[in-house]
């Protein structure tokens, strides 16, 4: 991504949600965005003397959390299916991996794991979808598969 494109993403706040096998765009809508955490924290081991002594060197996956919005009811019939469409397709396919696209224009790739909850406040006219995203890279971003994936 060029820097143009990155100032962009920035200033306008964007984030997008990708199918990783072939690159297309969910059409789902981010909100309430947690930007990237670890997983987990610095591992330690309690002494005898009773203080934690921390290792070193550990590596950490990365947690994404937000919320996708999938609109249903469009301007017109045609568009009500397409948005249908849209939504049915991300809910069959929740367990494939992803890509998300921070607002840095920096790629992560994950799982959705722990939390999927779907809620319809306004009696089926938009879906709201919290999710979890955990990815298997630290918080500077993904930068290659290897054959353990």
């Known amino acids: 991504m060029s820097t143009l494109e990155q100032v962009k993403n920035l200033e306008e706040f964007k984030q997008s949600l990708l199918y990783d096998n072939d690159g297309s765009d969910t059409g789902a809508s981010i909100t309430n965005y947690k930007p990237p955490r670890p997983s987990y924290f ?6 005898i003397g009773g203080y934690t002594q921390f290792q070193d060197e550990i590596c950490s996956d990365c947690i994404i959390e937000f919320t996708a919005v999938f609109p249903i ?7 009500t299916e397409e948005n249908i469409d849209k939504f049915l397709k991300f809910r069959k396919n929740y367990s494939q991996r992803f890509r998300f696209i921070d607002e840095f224009g920096t790629v992560f790739k994950g799982y959705i ?22 990815c298997n890279h630290d918080v500077s971003g993904w930068t290659s598969d290897d054959s353990s994936l």
Do not use: N
């Open 42 to 47: 610095r591992k330690g081991t309690r002494t």
């Open 73 to 79: 009811k469009g301007d017109y019939d045609a568009q």
């Open 113 to 134: 794991q722990d939390k999927f909850d779907i809620d319809t406040p306004v009696e089926g006219d938009i879906y709201y979808i919290s999710i979890s995203l955990l």
